[in-house]
């Protein structure tokens, strides 16, 4: 008689999952954000030749900018298989002490002008090991809080691991704010470096939280059952590849907050006059806005179809963007200030709800690899490199419009991509998507569902169909 496989007990503080994720994130990209709006400010001065022209030097610290997206998709994979074959909590917390020591070591290093070449060539070494570690750490956060999560919620759950970016920026920007207040040479000389060296510290409380965090509810399911697989990566690819591709070309939109924070940062403070500190204060109040309509967005989409859904969402984006920077460019400053928030709020509740959305369409064995690798096959391919394109699309014809245009295309990529995704792997929250249903045949319907105990909370998922 074979026995029965033991069952994992639902989560019974799937609250302290989301909390543990939400903290983690916000440490992790805050020290991902101060790298942006440094490299906007001030590593253009510090890290390259005095003799060099501001326009190239600046583009050059968003080159080394890029270089952290760049490493993103190794740090996906790597963190990925990790979290596929161990755990997910393993992998946070390296993932979390990674960064710390990469964003401390940049607080430290020498400028141009003290070890020459030496200081970019370590800058880029550093902001490679951020990227690898954030690489690995948003499909963690998001699936550590959405896999302890009672399904039918598990799109709202994942929103407080988005939670974290908006927080992070905001740290970032408000500790530059603070920041700015100081005379020129001496932000210049050291100045700058305090918000690095702060990671530390977070990075300490961070490391408290995660260390006492339990295991994800799936992922106990897929160890007690002996469903791990050798090399998630090759599995991911071979049976699963056009899901990745199509979630990955969901993404675009969420980088166009790097048009509003790190390119527009360096554009109104070099050619609009703004002052740093009055453009930082815009930004905050921007993220203010992100935080509080990532929320809304997870909400919509776990209630109504998810097609309607996207498409209320993200079609105002492709007109807001352009409108944003055309608000900027009238140097007044609640104009821009509309501009920055209204234009924020579309691009916000779609960063709310897509990670519990992708966290839907892989497998349970394979999920860190498959989320992470979509999400940072973007970010290499989009993200680092927006401020880039931004920053020659300027260059090259002295105009803004372009820019503009380049931005609302991000939001057309992103919807057409998400409708495609959606038919195909389902598209309502209440009903189990297509990999959730291959889950299902292996663990039983009721497990897949989150076990009694999380149906009780709230109600098994219904098939799809």
């Given at each position: 008689m074979?026995?029965?496989?033991p069952q994992?007990?639902a989560?019974p503080?799937?609250?302290r999952a989301a909390l543990a994720a939400?903290?983690g994130?916000t440490i ?5 954000y101060?790298?942006g709006?440094?490299?906007?400010l001030?590593?253009?001065?510090v890290f ?14 968003f080159?080394?900018f ?17 979290g596929d074959?161990v755990?997910r909590?393993?992998?946070?917390v ?7 020591l990469?964003t401390?070591?940049i607080?430290?290093?020498p400028s141009y002008?003290q ?5 970019p060539a370590g800058?880029?070494v550093?902001?490679?090991?951020q ?11 998001v699936?550590?809080a ?7 919620r598990?799109i709202?759950?994942?929103a407080?691991?988005?939670q974290?970016?908006p927080?992070?920026?905001?740290l970032?920007t408000?500790?530059?704010f ?5 005379p020129t040479?001496?932000?210049l ?6 918000p690095?060296l702060?990671?530390?510290v977070?990075?300490?409380?961070g ?6 965090l339990e ?7 897929v ?6 697989v050798?090399l998630p990566l090759?599995?991911v ?6 899901v990745v591709?199509?979630?990955a070309?969901t ?6 907050t790097y048009?509003?924070?790190t390119?527009?940062l360096?554009?109104?403070?070099r050619?609009l ?5 009055t453009f ?20 919509l ?13 993200l079609?105002?984006?492709i007109v807001l ?6 608000a900027l460019?009238?140097r007044?400053?609640?104009i821009?200030?509309?501009g ?11 960063y ?20 992470s690798l979509a999400?940072q096959l973007?970010?290499?391919v989009?993200?680092g490199?927006t401020p880039?394109?931004a920053q020659a ?7 803004i ?15 057409v991509?998400?409708l495609a995704?959606l038919?195909?792997?389902g598209?309502?929250a ?5 990999a ?5 045949a292996?663990?039983?319907a009721?497990n897949?569902?989150g076990g009694p105990e999380?149906a009780s ?9």
């Amino acid at each position: 008689m074979t026995r029965p496989h033991p069952q994992p007990a639902a989560n019974p503080r799937p609250g302290r999952a989301a909390l543990a994720a939400f903290v983690g994130t916000t440490i992790e990209w805050y020290d991902f954000y101060i790298y942006g709006t440094a490299a906007a400010l001030v590593f253009g001065k510090v890290f390259f030749a005095s003799t060099m022209n501001p326009g190239v030097a600046t583009l050059l610290a968003f080159v080394t900018f890029w270089a952290g997206f760049a490493a993103r998709p190794l740090g996906g994979i790597v963190f990925g298989h990790l979290g596929d074959r161990v755990g997910r909590k393993t992998a946070l917390v390296i993932t979390l002490v990674m960064m710390g020591l990469a964003t401390t070591g940049i607080g430290l290093l020498p400028s141009y002008a003290q070890i020459g070449a030496w200081a970019p060539a370590g800058l880029v070494v550093l902001r490679v090991l951020q990227g690898v570690a954030v690489g690995g750490e948003w499909g963690g956060a998001v699936l550590i809080a959405s896999e302890n999560a009672p399904k039918h919620r598990s799109i709202l759950y994942a929103a407080f691991a988005q939670q974290g970016s908006p927080t992070g920026n905001l740290l970032a920007t408000g500790a530059f704010f603070a920041l700015s207040a100081l005379p020129t040479p001496a932000f210049l000389m050291w100045g700058w470096r305090i918000p690095f060296l702060l990671s530390a510290v977070l990075v300490v409380v961070g490391m408290v939280i995660r260390l006492k965090l339990e295991e994800s509810a799936d992922m106990q399911r897929v160890l007690q059952r002996k469903r791990t697989v050798k090399l998630p990566l090759r599995d991911v690819v071979r049976d699963h590849w056009p899901v990745v591709l199509l979630a990955a070309g969901t993404l675009p939109v969420i980088n166009v907050t790097y048009f509003r924070s790190t390119f527009a940062l360096s554009w109104a403070t070099r050619e609009l006059g703004y002052a740093q500190g009055t453009f930082l204060g815009i930004l905050s109040m921007s993220l203010v806005v992100q935080f509080l309509m990532q929320p809304v967005g997870a909400w919509l989409v776990s209630k109504i179809d998810m097609r309607r859904a996207m498409c209320w969402i993200l079609i105002p984006e492709i007109v807001l963007m352009p409108v944003m920077f055309h608000a900027l460019a009238t140097r007044s400053y609640w104009i821009a200030v509309a501009g920055m928030c209204v234009s924020t709020i579309p691009s916000a509740m779609f960063y709310g709800a897509v990670g519990g959305v992708l966290a839907r369409v892989f497998p349970a064995n394979v999920r860190y690899t498959g989320l992470s690798l979509a999400y940072q096959l973007s970010a290499l391919v989009v993200g680092g490199g927006t401020p880039v394109l931004a920053q020659a699309i300027l260059n090259a014809t002295g105009s803004i419009v372009g820019v503009a245009i380049a931005s609302g295309l991000y939001a057309c990529v992103s919807l057409v991509c998400m409708l495609a995704l959606l038919n195909r792997t389902g598209h309502r929250a209440d009903e189990l998507s297509s990999a959730e249903r291959s889950d299902a045949a292996e663990w039983g319907a009721d497990n897949a569902a989150g076990g009694p105990e999380q149906a009780s909370e709230g109600g098994a998922l219904k098939p799809a169909g």
